[in-house]
T-cell receptor
Framework: GQGVEQPAKLMSVEGTFARVNCTYS??????LSWYQQREGQAPVFLSY????GLKDSGHFSTFLSRSNGYSYLLLTELQIKDSASYLC???????????FGQGTILKVYL | DPKIIQKPKYLVAVTGSEKILICEQY?????MYWYRQSAKKPLEFMFS???????DNQTASSRFQPQSSKKNHLDLQITALKPDDSATYFC?????????????FGEGTRLSVL
């Protein structure tokens, strides 16, 4: 079967960092996306990776290891407004059918 | 201004009725999609369209029928509504169906079936 797994919750202190993990087991792999979703709002695209390694996008960085079926989203210099749900999604085949994880609720506190 | 417009934002329906969820995008994209997000469940892919043609259908029930009257429109008709259909339905789009590009999502229509 196909699955994308994420921890349900994560808490971090303002000004520090948070790493949101994602593991996947899918029948194919054509890239992995990260989205931010606030309560009652649309998922907002953050990052897309298809090659192994770290992709630095400033406040957000993304790591991918295809051989391990693993990715993480790293948020640095956390602010309270970074509190949201972070969704990992794997594109398994051609087209834009994404298999989403449950999402990780990140809470940033003082 | 939102570039992917979904209407209505909230919708309450009676079991057994029929509703149409509207989606139009002003991004010039050629591919459009529907996803569903139920309480406590991950976002779930439903349909993908490219140049108004159905490309992928992951919805088992024929009660869900996408309708594309224009290239930038992809509505979702749901018939014989059930309480289990209660969810937020998200429309999304991308430039093309088969390139490496993550889709962008609309604000969603929150459907409650009583």
């Amino acid at each position: 079967g196909q699955g994308v797994e994420q921890p349900a919750k994560l808490m971090s202190v303002e000004g520090t960092f948070a790493r949101v993990n994602c593991t996947y087991s899918t029948s194919g792999f054509n890239g992995l996306s990260w989205y931010q979703q606030r309560e009652g709002q649309a998922p907002v695209f953050l990052s897309y990776v298809v090659l192994d390694g770290l992709k630095d996008s400033g406040h957000f960085s993304t790591f991918l290891s295809r051989s391990n079926g693993y990715s993480y989203l790293l948020l640095t210099e956390l602010q309270i407004k970074d509190s949201a749900s972070y969704l990992c999604a794997v594109r398994t085949s051609s087209g834009q059918k994404l298999v989403f994880g449950q999402g990780t609720i990140l809470k940033v506190y003082l | 201004d939102p570039k992917i417009i979904q209407k209505p934002k909230y919708l309450v329906a009676v079991t057994g009725s029929e509703k149409i969820l509207i989606c139009e995008q002003y991004l010039g994209h050629n591919a459009m999609y529907w996803y569903r997000q139920s309480a406590k469940k991950p976002l779930e892919f439903m349909f993908s369209y490219s140049y108004q043609k159905l490309m992928d259908n992951q919805t088992a029930s024929s009660r869900f029928q996408p309708q594309s009257s224009k290239k930038n429109h992809l509505d979702l008709q749901i018939t014989a509504l059930k309480p289990d259909d209660s969810a937020t339905y998200f429309c999304a789009s991308s430039q093309e169906w088969d390139i490496n590009q993550a889709p962008l999502f609309g604000e969603g229509t929150r459907l409650s079936v009583l």
